[in-house]
């Protein structure tokens, strides 16, 4: 049998010491639902650490993304204030192991949201919207992984940096987005590379919230899912982000 709560040890020290460990594939693959236990036990370590929950990311949501590591399914994790960096501050490679960057769409939740819901409902219990850069970091080997691998280790989340806030009621189903390192453009996307519109992210996170017995809160983030490919970080690079009609998010890597 699978001693959840052992692998749920493993992952959350791996991410708390950012040490590298390897895949749970390797010697018994997860099923899903075994590795969403783990994700929900690993977190639980750290709210008794003193973390608290923020909100969700979603994950996988784009093609691109699906490519890159080789999983094709939309996939969820947890974020703590812990994994929140400043937005125009510096972010420490010693934090991580060997952490990407992508960008993102970040939704505020203003009213309860759970279960199966239209795009409509969604948007309704959106409070505001917000350009956002998410730091994917997983814990194995390579940044190598099977789904239950993935999923096991909070879907690679890691770190997130929210821009400015806007009303819900910007058209976000088509934003240009420009992921820059020092400047240079290095992943060019839309927003509607997201599962086609970022709000249909939004309805799946409130599924699968639902099938884990929570609800997204009033005051919660939610990550809509990285548009294109993730970057590499290294220090000494300027990362920032520019969403069509939204702005810019910005972070330095120390
Ligand atoms: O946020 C994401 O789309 C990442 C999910 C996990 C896969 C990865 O680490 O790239
Ligand atoms: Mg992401």
Redesign the pocket.
């Given at each position: 049998m699978t001693d959840i709560a052992k692998l749920a040890e493993i992952v959350d020290e791996a991410a708390r010491t950012a040490t590298e460990i390897p895949q749970f594939s390797d010697t018994k693959p997860l099923s899903v639902d075994e590795a969403y236990a783990v994700q929900a036990q690993s977190i639980q370590r750290r709210y008794a650490r003193g973390e608290r929950r923020v909100g969700i990311?979603m994950?996988?949501?784009s093609r691109a993304?699906q490519l890159?590591?080789g999983?094709d399914d939309v996939?969820w994790g947890r974020l703590t204030d812990a994994m929140r960096e400043e937005e125009g501050g510096e972010v420490s490679m010693a934090k991580y192991v060997h952490p990407?960057v992508?960008p993102e769409i970040a939704f505020l939740i203003g009213k309860p949201l759970s279960g199966n819901v239209s795009a409509l409902e969604a948007m309704a219990a959106v409070q505001a919207v917000a350009p956002a850069l998410?730091i994917?970091d997983?814990r194995y080997k390579a940044?190598k992984f099977d789904v239950g691998d993935?999923i096991a280790d909070n879907?690679?989340?890691s770190g997130f940096i929210i821009g400015n806030w806007h009303a819900p009621d910007i058209d976000i189903s088509n934003l240009g987005m420009i992921l820059s390192i020092n400047g240079v453009a290095g992943e060019i996307g839309s927003t509607a590379a997201i599962l086609g519109h970022p709000v249909r992210s939004l309805v799946s996170a409130a599924r699968m919230v639902a099938s884990a017995g929570e609800t997204l809160n009033p005051g919660d983030i939610v990550l809509a899912?990285?548009a294109t490919a993730?970057i590499p970080m290294a220090a000494g690079q300027a990362v920032t982000l520019d969403v069509q009609n939204m702005g810019t998010v910005a972070f330095n890597v120390v």
């Amino acid at each position: 049998m699978t001693d959840i709560a052992k692998l749920a040890e493993i992952v959350d020290e791996a991410a708390r010491t950012a040490t590298e460990i390897p895949q749970f594939s390797d010697t018994k693959p997860l099923s899903v639902d075994e590795a969403y236990a783990v994700q929900a036990q690993s977190i639980q370590r750290r709210y008794a650490r003193g973390e608290r929950r923020v909100g969700i990311k979603m994950g996988l949501t784009s093609r691109a993304k699906q490519l890159q590591v080789g999983v094709d399914d939309v996939l969820w994790g947890r974020l703590t204030d812990a994994m929140r960096e400043e937005e125009g501050g510096e972010v420490s490679m010693a934090k991580y192991v060997h952490p990407r960057v992508e960008p993102e769409i970040a939704f505020l939740i203003g009213k309860p949201l759970s279960g199966n819901v239209s795009a409509l409902e969604a948007m309704a219990a959106v409070q505001a919207v917000a350009p956002a850069l998410e730091i994917i970091d997983s814990r194995y080997k390579a940044f190598k992984f099977d789904v239950g691998d993935v999923i096991a280790d909070n879907s690679s989340s890691s770190g997130f940096i929210i821009g400015n806030w806007h009303a819900p009621d910007i058209d976000i189903s088509n934003l240009g987005m420009i992921l820059s390192i020092n400047g240079v453009a290095g992943e060019i996307g839309s927003t509607a590379a997201i599962l086609g519109h970022p709000v249909r992210s939004l309805v799946s996170a409130a599924r699968m919230v639902a099938s884990a017995g929570e609800t997204l809160n009033p005051g919660d983030i939610v990550l809509a899912g990285g548009a294109t490919a993730a970057i590499p970080m290294a220090a000494g690079q300027a990362v920032t982000l520019d969403v069509q009609n939204m702005g810019t998010v910005a972070f330095n890597v120390v």
